[in-house]
């Protein structure tokens, strides 16, 4: 059984002439996380992210709902720090044990 030649083509790279681009033409993959990171670094990622949408929110319903997240994750970092200061102090919280810290 022979393979028309366009669908090689495009099999092999694409096919321009033809108008068929190769599959990775414009495809770019979306980053990755780096699996090395630890959930306070992607939470502080995640603040920075939503507050640069927050300067460029215009509307003031979704603005107010942006913030509410931000002050949330806030909230996290700011409970796993005292976390930390208290595990320093000798105090081990059993949520500390369950994340594994």
């Known amino acids: ?12 790279g694409g096919n321009a002439d033809a108008g068929y681009p190769a599959p990775d033409a414009g495809y770019a ?9 630890s959930a306070e670094e992607l939470l502080s990622q995640g603040i920075e992210i939503l507050q640069a949408a927050l300067q460029a929110e215009p509307d003031p319903q979704d603005s ?6 931000v002050k949330q994750l806030y909230a996290i970092l700011g409970t796993r ?8 102090q000798g105090k081990m919280n059993p949520r500390m044990l369950r994340r594994g810290v």
């Open 29 to 37: 993959p979306p980053e990755t996380q780096d699996q090395g990171s």
């Open 81 to 88: 720090q005292k976390e930390s200061d208290e595990a320093l």
């Open 64 to 69: 107010q709902a942006i913030a509410e997240i």
């Open 1 to 12: 059984m022979s393979v028309p030649s366009e669908l090689m083509a495009l099999l092999q």
